[in-house]
DNA sequence: AAGAGGCCCTGATAGC
DNA sequence: TGCTATCAGGGCCTCT
């Protein structure tokens, strides 16, 4: 659910609100994520000061003073809320995702601090938070990871070598966070409608231009959703509680049988599936 | 080793 | 209204 940009607009508001401060408590209120959260884990936590909130792909890293971090992935359903101490008992609070007001049911994570506090609400239970020792321990962790598309390593030599002889569809390489990593299925599905690119060819059959296309296109969506301040497709709220914007503009995802938004294309968009995740593109001008 | 497929989990919605 | 089936922004694991 929440890609790469979704991921930024929290990590930047969660900045703005927590970054050099100092974990009063950590008190968990369910323990079952994708790992399990371990006893120690609020101990860990509790004094420690966050010098910085990053993110690496859809990670989301809380870097302590002493060198140890905090690794938080949001997975499908995974949302962050930010409740000020004067409204402790109200449900007035603005959410980082998916919720003007605080769940009642699936809370597991609460930080808290002086003025403050964070709670993390996950009702799939696909994400996890994890403690980090140190920076090894953190680079492991990102080992298997491909490069984001922002980075100068995604470049037409990578693409050209990685897609050689690959008898897979583009579409699953896009979702392959070992190829690529932040690309989420709206962007991948975007990226492709974009890019003229059918999403069931397989990699190998692409053209230098098709790769070109696929870089400069993932860079640029990325981009532009961040400053639209992310995809909203239920509720997400950023810090200000305010929506993101770029649901507003997908030209493919969800929009099955509505026409193709290309100029004078004549075609209709379709939905199959790939990989067992909806795909949508249109079968006219993505060739 | 690459690629296909299943699985983790709850909730919203569509269809009967 | 109320049931069931399907699908959801992700990623890991296993099998061939």
């Known amino acids: 659910m929440p890609e790469l940009p979704e991921v930024e607009i929290v990590k930047q508001s969660l900045a703005k609100k927590i970054q050099q401060k100092k974990i ?40 302590f003073s002493d060198g140890s971090f905090c690794l938080i992935h949001l997975g499908m359903s995974g949302t962050i809320h930010l409740i000020y101490k004067d409204n402790f008992n109200k449900f007035t609070n603005t959410s980082f995702y998916n919720s003007p007001t605080l769940p009642k049911k699936h809370n597991h994570v609460e930080i808290q601090f002086k003025d403050l506090k964070v709670i993390y609400n996950d009702p799939r239970r696909f994400g996890f938070f994890i403690f980090i020792n140190n920076k090894n321990e953190l680079i492991n962790r990102f080992n298997h990871l491909g490069p984001e598309p922002f980075f100068k390593n995604f470049d037409l030599k990578y693409l050209l070598k990685y897609f050689l002889n690959k008898k897979k569809d583009i579409k699953s390489f896009l979702l392959d966070q070992k190829f690529v990593s932040g690309i989420g299925n709206i962007y991948a599905n975007e990226i492709l409608f974009l890019s003229k690119i059918n999403p069931t060819i397989y990699a190998m059959k692409l053209t230098k231009n098709d790769c070109k296309k696929i870089i400069s296109f993932s860079k640029s969506i990325l981009k532009k959703a961040i400053k639209k301040g992310g995809s909203s497709i239920r509720d997400f709220k950023n810090t200000s509680g305010q929506s993101g914007n770029f649901q507003k503009e997908f030209k ?5 049988n509505l026409n193709c938004l290309r100029n004078k294309c004549p075609g209709k968009i379709k939905k199959i599936f790939i990989s067992n995740r909806s795909t949508f593109f249109c079968n006219i001008c993505q060739k």
């Open 24 to 63: 009063k408590r950590v008190i968990i209120t369910n323990r079952n994520l994708r790992f399990k959260i371990p006893p120690k884990f609020e101990e860990l936590l509790q004094n420690k000061i966050i010098k910085k909130v990053t993110r690496f792909s859809k990670y989301l890293i809380l870097n």
């Open 252 to 256: 493919v995802y969800q929009r099955e």
